[in-house]
């Protein structure tokens, strides 16, 4: 998009760099994933939640991963308050509970599709993302991983996306690494999420451990691929009990149907201490990221909250971008500038009753409307007075009478 364009002499600023506005059929397919996404988490339980563009500074830096907090864009709001742009719909939603309901009342399920806003890193160049996701507040135990990965799965198989996700487990790397120092858990931790293995093998090297131990965390970064990785990881520890959480949920996963479509991961991670069991990213089949999750009791406990919680946040341009539906666009052009306005409401009602889209054109010119028309590739136009529609593609004309209206 040009951030500037130049229309009947007067220049237009366009949208600040890494902000986009969206029309037309893309607009259009990000309200159908909006639409379809958000009613299916409605038959779910999950609630409509809208938080505040803002946020202020001091509710958020410490308690988001420094890795996000280190994101935000910070400013100050016209009455004096330290603020950022809303980076994150997680901590809204948890600070949204914690005062607005009682812990007699969990589990709270909510669900939202809002832009949040963070400095990008390169390449990334957006400012500014639409998110879609659910949050699951002081849950009901081991089900609620389950209600949420078929959720996730289910709404892109309903936007008709393949998908497979990149499934990790953040209790199964913190009990790996809790013989380490914290600092050096830290720096491993870091390595492994920056994709920096060679970074991750030197540190290892600077280590004092067992055999067993550094054939495990030597391992952890190739411990990928299907279901049957939980095995060999157990296989590597003293303690394969570790594994049963997770190797339980593939199981539910599986029988679902979803288990072709889970790769398992250790090297996959999220922070330490926010963090706290199952953690994933969702792909395209063709590899495009379309958003992740993972549990977070970590979050509750920092606030000073009992429980756990879980979530997923999904990009909505990604989504509309791989999705095989849309909002219907309008594909009639209606120009009645020379009709009753009464009558042609009428009959845009039977239009719509009958599912047909259309736009009216109140334009006084009909030759000006026809023009119109064709400019916005229209491919039929009609002239309610005359009541007669035209193919703009084929030159053809027909007869209200005459026309099948069941083509529209």
């Given at each position: 998009?040009?951030?500037?364009?130049?229309?009947?002499?007067?220049?237009?600023?366009?949208?600040?760099?890494?902000?986009?506005?969206?029309?037309?059929?893309?607009?259009?397919?990000?309200?159908?994933?909006?639409?379809?996404?958000?009613?299916?988490?409605?038959?779910?339980?999950?609630?409509?939640?809208?938080?505040?563009?803002?946020?202020?500074?001091?509710?958020?830096?410490?308690?988001?991963?420094?890795?996000?907090?280190?994101?935000?864009?910070?400013?100050?709001?016209?009455?004096?308050?330290?603020?950022?742009?809303?980076?994150?719909?997680?901590?809204?939603?948890?600070?949204?509970?914690?005062?607005?309901?009682?812990?007699?009342?969990?589990?709270l399920?909510?669900?939202?599709?809002?832009?949040?806003?963070?400095?990008?890193?390169?390449?990334?160049?957006?400012?500014?993302?639409?998110?879609?996701?659910?949050?699951?507040?002081?849950?009901?135990?081991?089900?609620?991983?389950?209600?949420?990965l078929?959720?996730?799965?289910?709404?892109?198989?309903?936007?008709?996306i393949?998908?497979?996700?990149?499934?990790?487990?953040?209790s199964?790397?913190?009990?790996?690494?809790?013989?380490?120092?914290?600092?050096?858990?830290?720096?491993?931790?870091?390595?492994?999420?920056?994709?920096?293995?060679?970074?991750?093998?030197?540190?290892?090297?600077?280590?004092?451990l067992?055999?067993?131990?550094?054939?495990?965390?030597?391992?952890?970064?190739?411990?990928?691929?299907?279901?049957?990785?939980?095995?060999?990881?157990?296989?590597?520890?003293?303690?394969?009990?570790?594994?049963?959480?997770?190797?339980?949920?593939?199981?539910?996963?599986?029988?679902?149907?979803?288990?072709?479509?889970?790769?398992?991961?250790?090297?996959?991670?999220?922070e330490?201490?926010?963090?706290?069991?199952?953690?994933?990213?969702?792909?395209?089949?063709?590899?495009?990221?379309?958003?992740?999750?993972?549990?977070?009791?970590?979050?509750?406990?920092?606030?000073?909250?009992?429980?756990?919680?879980?979530?997923?946040?999904?990009?909505?341009?990604?989504?509309a971008?791989?999705?095989?539906?849309?909002?219907?666009?309008?594909?009639?052009?209606?120009?009645?500038?020379?009709?009753?306005?009464?009558?042609?409401?009428?009959?845009?009602?039977?239009?719509?009753?009958?599912?047909?889209?259309?736009?009216?054109?109140?334009?006084?010119?009909?030759?000006?409307?026809?023009?119109?028309?064709?400019?916005?590739?229209?491919?039929?136009?009609?002239?309610?007075?005359?009541?007669?529609?035209?193919?703009?593609?084929?030159?053809?004309?027909?007869?209200f009478?005459?026309?099948?209206?069941?083509?529209?």
């Amino acid at each position: 998009m040009k951030d500037h364009v130049l229309k009947r002499g007067i220049e237009m600023q366009g949208n600040p760099k890494g902000c986009s506005s969206f029309g037309g059929s893309m607009a259009a397919k990000l309200e159908y994933c909006r639409n379809r996404a958000m009613e299916l988490f409605a038959l779910y339980g999950y609630r409509p939640f809208s938080p505040a563009e803002l946020q202020l500074l001091s509710g958020v830096w410490d308690n988001l991963p420094h890795s996000e907090a280190e994101k935000l864009i910070a400013l100050t709001s016209p009455y004096g308050e330290p603020c950022v742009l809303r980076g994150d719909l997680t901590l809204s939603a948890v600070t949204y509970l914690s005062t607005h309901f009682s812990d007699e009342e969990r589990p709270l399920r909510l669900s939202y599709a809002e832009r949040v806003f963070s400095v990008p890193k390169p390449p990334k160049h957006n400012l500014e993302q639409n998110q879609i996701g659910v949050e699951l507040i002081g849950w009901e135990g081991a089900g609620a991983d389950v209600e949420l990965l078929a959720l996730l799965f289910r709404t892109l198989d309903m936007l008709g996306i393949d998908s497979v996700i990149a499934l990790g487990d953040m209790s199964v790397t913190a009990k790996i690494f809790s013989a380490l120092p914290k600092d050096v858990s830290e720096i491993l931790t870091g390595h492994l999420m920056n994709g920096s293995y060679t970074a991750y093998e030197k540190t290892l090297e600077t280590l004092y451990l067992t055999t067993d131990k550094m054939t495990l965390l030597s391992a952890l970064p190739s411990l990928r691929g299907g279901v049957e990785t939980i095995d060999r990881a157990a296989e590597l520890t003293d303690n394969p009990a570790l594994f049963e959480p997770l190797k339980k949920l593939c199981a539910s996963l599986d029988s679902l149907g979803y288990g072709k479509k889970i790769c398992i991961d250790f090297s996959f991670l999220r922070e330490l201490g926010y963090y706290s069991g199952p953690v994933f990213n969702v792909y395209t089949k063709e590899g495009t990221l379309l958003g992740g999750g993972g549990r977070y009791d970590g979050l509750l406990a920092k606030l000073g909250m009992d429980g756990e919680a879980a979530g997923f946040a999904l990009d909505l341009k990604e989504l509309a971008d791989n999705c095989s539906g849309s909002l219907p666009l309008p594909k009639l052009m209606l120009w009645c500038g020379a009709a009753d306005s009464a009558e042609v409401l009428k009959f845009a009602e039977e239009l719509r009753s009958r599912g047909i889209s259309f736009e009216l054109s109140w334009n006084k010119n009909r030759e000006e409307s026809k023009s119109a028309a064709h400019l916005r590739k229209y491919g039929i136009w009609a002239d309610f007075s005359e009541k007669k529609i035209y193919n703009l593609n084929s030159g053809r004309e027909y007869g209200f009478d005459a026309f099948d209206w069941g083509l529209l």
